[in-house]
């Protein structure tokens, strides 16, 4: 029943290591995104795909690297990891990606970096 | 760059009271919207108020866009313990690829 699903939920791994997280939806949704929230608070994009087509990809390190085989699932691939890279990484969706749409989020990957 | 900006960051208030939240962003908005997040949650969509509609309201909350003044405001009233949560609101603007820049949140404890 899980509208927008995350995997896994917590990552801890060490600097250097390479990592991926998966996110699925299954409201039918074209568009997907990845989101980055720091010790902060502050969320922030990272990436969105409309029909498996990158159409954000906003100043992210080029250790990032978003896959999509498929409208209902955006991967995230992360090389190299650093210790800034520790933080909550949140997918969402909504139906077009278009400007008066809602966007509905999975409960996001706690991601630890020692 | 961060669009949106909280006040305040933390509010504290008793049962039953009535919360007021406010948003500042920079941009002209497309709309703007308010998401809740509960703690180790997901982010949850309450509203969306379009940049030519002054206030909308949803059940208990009224939200309020003043786009001379670049901001808008949440309201609960007769607030309740599960409200307790971070809200954040988000822009959306009309240049470039269409997409939420939201504030920091402001951290919202309802006492019972």
């Known amino acids: 029943d899980t509208a927008v699903s995350q995997t896994p939920k917590y990552l801890v791994t060490q600097m250097g290591n390479d990592k991926s997280i998966k996110c699925e939806q299954n409201?039918?949704?074209?568009?997907m995104y990845w989101y980055k929230q720091d010790s902060k608070k502050f969320l922030k994009i990272m990436f969105s795909?409309?029909?498996?087509?990158?159409?954000i990809n906003e100043t992210v390190p080029n250790r990032f690297s978003p896959k999509s085989p498929d409208k209902a699932h955006l991967n995230l691939h992360i090389n190299s990891l650093e210790l800034g890279d520790s933080a909550v990484y949140f997918c969402?969706?909504?139906?077009?990606?278009?400007?008066?749409?809602?966007?509905?989020f999975g409960p996001g990957t706690r991601l630890l970096v020692l | 760059s961060q669009q949106g900006e909280e006040d305040p960051q933390a509010l504290s208030i008793q049962e039953g009271e009535n919360a007021t939240m406010n948003c500042s962003y920079k941009t002209s908005i497309n709309n703007l919207q308010w998401y809740r997040q509960n703690s180790g949650r997901g982010l949850v969509h309450l509203i969306l108020i379009r940049s030519n509609e002054r206030e909308k309201h949803s059940g208990r909350l009224r939200v309020t866009l003043d786009t001379s003044k670049k901001s808008s405001s949440l309201l609960i009233t007769a607030s309740r313990a599960a409200d307790t949560a971070s809200y954040f609101c988000?822009?959306?603007?009309?240049?470039?690829?269409?997409?939420?820049?939201f504030g920091q949140g402001t951290r919202l404890t309802i006492n019972p």
């Open positions: 988000a822009t959306v603007s009309f240049q470039g690829a269409q997409k939420l820049v």
């Open positions: 409201l039918g949704h074209d568009t």
């Open positions: 969402a969706s909504s139906p077009r990606g278009g400007s008066g749409e809602t966007q509905y």
């Open positions: 795909y409309n029909n498996k087509e990158l159409i």
